[in-house]
């Protein structure tokens, strides 16, 4: 498989925050490096019936909602689909404009890596807090693209 990766959609809540306003280690330094190197950047949340301010409150105060492309960020509360619903990941791909193989998701939830992937996408499962590897997605992504150790 070759590493074309044109958008990268993140879970929230176990991949990038954890609780109320604390980043999971590594994450926003991981966000960076992708954004500065041409990867657009999305989010797909369960967010139950929670506003956006709602949500936005939620996060560290440093949490940069720029890095993401508005039409890339979709929360189940906006949308009213929840994942792993394939047509969550079905409006991300099209809301994207690319394939839905340049397409990455990533998220500790297996049963949300699994239906990502029948939509096409490329998936990298991240272990959950407070083991979380949200820091090495980076390291991860080319071990599995250029070494194929996953």
């Given amino acids: 498989m070759v590493f074309n990766i044109k958008v990268a959609f993140f879970d929230l809540g176990g991949t990038l925050v954890k609780g109320e ?7 926003q330094d991981t966000l960076s490096k992708m954004w500065k190197n041409g990867i657009r950047l999305g989010l797909i949340s369960n967010t139950k019936d929670l506003s956006r301010p709602e949500i936005l409150d939620l996060l560290p105060r440093d949490f940069d ?5 508005d039409q890339l960020v979709i929360f189940s509360s906006e949308v009213h689909i929840e994942k792993p619903d394939p047509k ?7 809301r994207a404009n690319v ?15 699994v239906a990502a992937k029948q939509e096409g996408m490329q998936t990298v499962l991240l272990q959950k807090p407070p083991d979380s590897d ?12 250029f070494v194929g150790s996953f």
């Fill in 21 to 27: 306003r604390e980043w999971i280690p590594g994450a």
């Fill in 65 to 69: 909602m720029s890095l993401f492309e």
């Fill in 88 to 94: 969550i990941f079905q409006l991300a791909i099209n």
């Fill in 99 to 113: 394939k839905s193989s340049e397409c990455l998701f990533c998220t500790e939830d297996l049963a949300h890596i």
């Fill in 134 to 145: 949200t820091g090495k997605l980076i390291l991860k992504l080319y071990l599995k693209y």
